[in-house]
C-alpha cells in the first residue's frame, strides 16, 4: 500500500525489513490484514504459557527507544567538500564531518557488509565528557540550526555522575550505533573497541547483546601510561586501558595471532631459551619526532658499527641495551647488514601472541600526544591514542583493500594509521573516518572544531609520505607516473547535511486519512520542488539520490552522449551501475530508448514524467526503474 515515506528521500527502513524478514520466516505469527500478531508470537516464545518474568537479561532506561531509534531511517544527505579534500581522485579515503549515527544510518545501504574491521575509541563517560544528542530532528534545535554549540549547528550534551541517567545516557549512545555499526561489518569483520574502568563492565555486556556473547574475541589490556599514575585514592594505579573485541561471526578466524605459524621458528645456534624467529627493529618515526631511537647500534664483540636506519630503531637506547645484554640481537658480519631480534616462541601467549595485553615503547597515550605536538606544534587535542596502537590492532586484521571504519575519530589516529601500514606492507587498505563537528574550547585559529584537526592531521600525513616517496624515489614524479607514485595517499571530504528535497518538511495532517494525506503529500512535492533542478547543484542532487540507493561514496560518472533530447550520466561504483537524468522534462525519445533496452536501471525525477511515461517505463523495467 502506497504511504508517504515510499516518497521520501530516506535511507532504509531496517525496522521494516526486519518485520518483513520475521513474516517471511513466520507467517502464522500475522493476521490477515499482515500486522503481527503479539499472542501468537507468544506462544513461540513461551509454549508453556508461563507467567515467570525474572529472566537474566541487561536493561537500562531509554534501551527500547535507543534501538527504535537505530533502525529509523535518515532523510539527510552527505556533502562532498571538494575544498578539504585531498587527491581525492587518487584514493578511496573518505573523512566525513557530522553526528555519527545519522552517518552510520546514511552508509548503511551502501556499506552494508562491507566493513572488515571497525575501530572506535568513544567518550569514556568520564563524568565530563560528550554525550551524543541524538534529537536530530527535533523541532526546537534541530542539527543545522543550533549554532549556539558549534559553527554547524551540532547539539551535544554534557554527561554527569550526578545525572540520575548517568550510565543510562552512554549506553543509548553506544547501543544505537553499535546496532547500526554491525550491519556495516564483514560476516568475518571484527570490532575493536577502547575504553576504560568506567563503563568496561557496561561495554562487554552490550556488546554481548548487540554481536552475541559467543563472538567475544578478548578484553585487551593496554598499558597506556609508562610510569604508574599517583593520583589514586585506591592503591591500584590506573595505567591502563581496555580494548573490546568482537567478531560478526564465531566462525570465522577474528585475528591473524590466533593462527601462529610454528614452523616459522626453528633454533639454530641451539639457544636454552628454545625455538625463534627473528623479529625487525627498525623503527616508524624520522629523527625530528623521536630523536631518543636515533642513534648508532653497535656490535659490543665485533665492533661494527651498523648506523642508524632512516626511520630509526624500534626501541631507545636503554631497552637496545637490555636486549644486548640478554643475548636477544641477531648481529650479521657485514656492515651492510641490519640487526633483528630474537623473538622466542616460549615469550608469546597461547592464544592471542602480543595481544593479551599491550605493552610497548611507542604506543602510550604520550606518544599520541607527541604526535598531535609534532604536526600541530602545539597540543590541539587530548589524550589521542597513538597511531601505533591501532596499527597493532587493524594489522591484526585486514588484508589487500579492506575497509576500516571509525566513527568516533577524534583527531584521526586511525587514518595515520592506515596510511603508514600502507606504506610499510604495500597494502590498499582504505578507511572511513566519522568525526562531529564539536566545537574546540577554548578555540585554536584555524582549527574551531575537532573535525578540522582530523582532516589536517591526515592530509599532514599524506603531505609527508608523499615527500618522503620524492625524496627517495625522485623519478617516481618527473617521468609521467607522478600518478601511479601518489595512488591511495588522499582522502575525499563529505559533511552530512539538510537534504536537497523540501518532501523531508512535510507533515502529515492528522485529522486526515492516509489517502487523503498522500494527495496533500503530492501537491506540497509538486508546489515545493517546481524548481529543483534549478535551484540546486546537480551534483549534489545526484550524490543524495545514489546514496539513498545504495551506491558508495566512491561512484564516478560520465555523460552519455547517445542521448540527444537528455541529459544522461552513467554512474558506476564498482558493485554496480545505473543511467540517472536530473533534468526538468524527460523526452520521448528517451522513454523509447528504454522500452528496448530493458537490462538497464535508470533513475530520474518523478516530476520530470506524465502518466503515461511513468506508466510506460515501469512496463519495460520495473524493479530497474527508480522515479525519485
Known amino acids: 500500500m502506497e504511504n508517504i515515506n515510499d516518497h521520501m528521500p530516506l535511507t532504509p527502513d531496517w525496522n521494516r525489513e526486519r518485520l518483513e524478514k520475521l513474516k517471511e520466516l513466520f507467517p502464522d505469527l500475522f493476521t490477515n490484514e499482515g500486522q503481527l500478531n503479539i499472542d501468537e508470537l507468544k506462544k513461540v516464545i513461551d509454549p508453556q504459557s508461563v507467567t515467570e518474568t525474572e529472566r537474566y537479561e541487561f536493561r537500562w532506561f531509554g534501551k527500547s527507544a535507543a534501538k527504535r531509534n537505530a533502525f529509523t531511517p535518515s532523510n539527510a544527505?552527505?556533502?562532498?567538500?571538494?575544498?578539504?579534500?585531498?587527491?581525492?581522485?587518487?584514493?578511496?579515503?573518505?573523512?566525513?564531518?557530522?553526528?555519527?549515527?545519522?552517518?552510520?544510518?546514511?552508509?548503511?545501504?551502501?556499506?552494508?557488509?562491507?566493513?572488515?574491521?571497525?575501530?572506535?575509541?568513544?567518550?569514556?563517560?568520564?563524568?565530563?565528557?560528550?554525550?551524543?544528542?541524538?534529537?536530530?530532528?527535533?523541532?526546537?534545535?534541530?542539527?543545522?540550526?543550533?549554532?549556539?554549540?558549534?559553527?554547524?549547528?551540532?547539539?551535544?550534551?554534557?554527561?554527569?555522575?550526578?545525572?540520575?541517567?548517568?550510565?543510562?545516557?552512554?549506553?543509548?549512545?553506544?547501543?544505537?550505533?553499535?546496532?547500526?555499526?554491525?550491519?556495516?561489518?564483514?560476516i568475518d569483520g571484527v570490532v575493536f573497541i577502547s575504553i576504560d574502568d568506567n563503563e568496561v563492565h557496561n561495554l562487554r555486556k552490550l556488546c554481548d547483546e548487540v554481536f552475541g556473547e559467543e563472538n567475544f574475541i578478548g578484553e585487551l589490556v593496554w598499558k597506556s601510561r609508562q610510569n604508574k599514575d599517583n593520583r589514586t585514592t585506591t592503591g591500584v594505579s590506573t595505567d591502563h586501558e581496555y580494548i573490546i573485541c568482537y567478531s560478526k561471526n564465531f566462525e570465522y578466524r577474528a585475528l591473524k595471532g590466533a593462527e601462529r605459524k610454528l614452523?616459522?621458528?626453528?633454533?639454530?645456534?641451539?639457544?636454552?631459551?628454545?625455538?625463534?624467529?627473528?623479529?625487525?627493529?627498525?623503527?616508524?618515526?624520522?629523527?625530528?619526532?623521536?630523536?631518543?631511537l636515533h642513534y648508532d647500534l653497535i656490535n659490543p664483540k665485533s665492533g661494527i658499527n651498523y648506523g642508524k636506519p632512516k626511520m630509526g630503531w624500534r626501541y631507545d637506547a636503554n631497552t637496545m641495551k637490555r636486549l644486548i645484554e640478554e643475548e636477544r640481537i641477531i648481529w650479521p658480519e657485514?656492515?651492510?647488514?641490519?640487526?633483528?631480534?630474537?623473538?622466542?616462541?616460549?615469550?608469546?601467549?597461547?592464544?592471542?601472541?602480543?595481544?593479551?595485553?599491550?605493552?610497548?615503547?611507542?604506543?602510550?597515550?604520550?606518544?599520541?600526544?607527541?604526535?598531535?605536538?609534532?604536526?600541530?606544534?602545539?597540543?590541539?587535542?587530548?589524550?589521542?591514542k597513538p597511531s601505533s596502537l591501532i596499527a597493532e590492532l587493524i594489522d591484526q586484521v585486514v588484508e589487500h583493500e579492506d575497509i576500516i571504519l571509525d566513527f568516533f575519530s577524534g583527531s584521526g589516529s586511525t587514518g595515520q594509521a592506515v596510511f603508514e601500514l600502507n606504506q610499510q606492507n604495500g597494502r590498499k587498505v582504505s578507511f572511513i573516518l566519522v568525526q562531529i563537528p564539536e566545537s574546540i574550547y577554548p578555540s585554536t585559529p584555524p582549527y574551531k572544531k575537532i573535525s578540522d584537526i582530523t582532516i589536517e592531521r591526515n592530509k599532514w600525513v599524506v603531505e609527508k609520505i608523499i615527500e618522503e616517496k620524492k625524496k627517495q624515489a625522485p623519478d617516481l614524479f618527473t617521468n609521467g607516473h607522478k600518478k601511479d607514485a601518489i595512488t591511495g595517499l588522499g582522502f575525499k571530504?563529505?559533511?552530512?547535511?539538510?537534504?536537497?528535497?523540501?518532501?523531508?518538511?512535510?507533515?502529515?495532517?492528522?485529522?486526515?486519512?492516509?489517502?487523503?494525506?498522500?494527495?496533500?503529500f503530492k501537491k506540497y512535492i509538486k508546489e515545493k520542488e517546481a524548481q529543483l533542478v534549478t535551484a540546486f547543484n546537480r551534483d549534489e542532487l545526484i550524490t543524495e539520490i545514489l546514496?539513498?540507493?545504495?551506491?558508495?561514496?566512491?561512484?564516478?560518472?560520465?555523460?552519455?552522449?547517445?542521448?540527444?533530447?537528455?541529459?544522461?550520466?552513467?554512474?558506476?561504483?564498482?558493485?554496480?551501475?545505473?543511467?540517472?537524468?536530473?533534468?526538468?522534462?524527460?523526452?520521448?525519445?528517451?522513454?523509447?530508448?528504454?522500452?528496448t533496452h530493458t537490462d538497464t536501471k535508470f533513475i530520474c525525477l518523478e516530476r520530470a514524467l506524465d502518466t503515461t511515461k511513468k506508466y510506460t517505463l515501469k512496463q519495460a523495467l520495473g524493479s530497474m526503474f527508480k522515479a525519485f
Not at 526546537?140 to 545525572?163: A, C, F, L, R
Not at 592464544?351 to 610497548?360: A, D, E, H, R
Request: charge should be negative; aromatic fraction near 12%.
Open 493 to 520: 571530504v563529505f559533511k552530512l547535511v539538510k537534504s536537497n528535497f523540501p518532501r523531508v518538511e512535510f507533515a502529515p495532517d492528522v485529522e486526515k486519512t492516509d489517502e487523503e494525506n498522500i494527495e496533500l
Open 334 to 384: 657485514s656492515i651492510e647488514g641490519r640487526p633483528r631480534r630474537k623473538v622466542f616462541l616460549n615469550d608469546l601467549g597461547e592464544n592471542l601472541p602480543g595481544f593479551s595485553s599491550i605493552v610497548g615503547q611507542d604506543i602510550y597515550t604520550r606518544t599520541g600526544t607527541a604526535e598531535i605536538e609534532d604536526i600541530f606544534d602545539f597540543r590541539v587535542f587530548d589524550f589521542p
Open 77 to 186: 544527505t552527505l556533502l562532498f567538500d571538494e575544498k578539504r579534500s585531498v587527491n581525492p581522485t587518487e584514493s578511496e579515503n573518505l573523512i566525513i564531518e557530522g553526528e555519527n549515527l545519522e552517518v552510520l544510518k546514511l552508509l548503511s545501504n551502501s556499506y552494508r557488509d562491507k566493513i572488515k574491521c571497525i575501530y572506535i575509541d568513544p567518550p569514556y563517560n568520564t563524568g565530563g565528557d560528550f554525550v551524543y544528542n541524538d534529537n536530530y530532528n527535533e523541532d526546537k534545535k534541530p542539527y543545522w540550526e543550533n549554532t549556539g554549540v558549534t559553527e554547524n549547528g551540532v547539539k551535544i550534551d554534557t554527561n554527569n555522575d550526578t545525572n540520575g541517567r548517568f550510565h543510562s545516557n552512554w549506553l543509548d549512545m553506544m547501543f544505537s550505533r553499535l546496532l547500526i555499526a554491525r550491519q556495516l561489518l564483514r
Open 263 to 292: 614452523e616459522q621458528y626453528s633454533n639454530p645456534d641451539s639457544d636454552k631459551r628454545g625455538v625463534w624467529v627473528s623479529g625487525n627493529m627498525v623503527g616508524l618515526k624520522d629523527e625530528l619526532s623521536r630523536p631518543n
Open 547 to 595: 546514496l539513498k540507493n545504495g551506491f558508495n561514496l566512491n561512484y564516478t560518472i560520465e555523460k552519455q552522449e547517445q542521448f540527444i533530447k537528455n541529459d544522461i550520466f552513467k554512474a558506476i561504483d564498482g558493485n554496480k551501475e545505473t543511467l540517472i537524468c536530473l533534468d526538468y522534462v524527460l523526452d520521448a525519445e528517451t522513454v523509447t530508448y528504454f522500452k
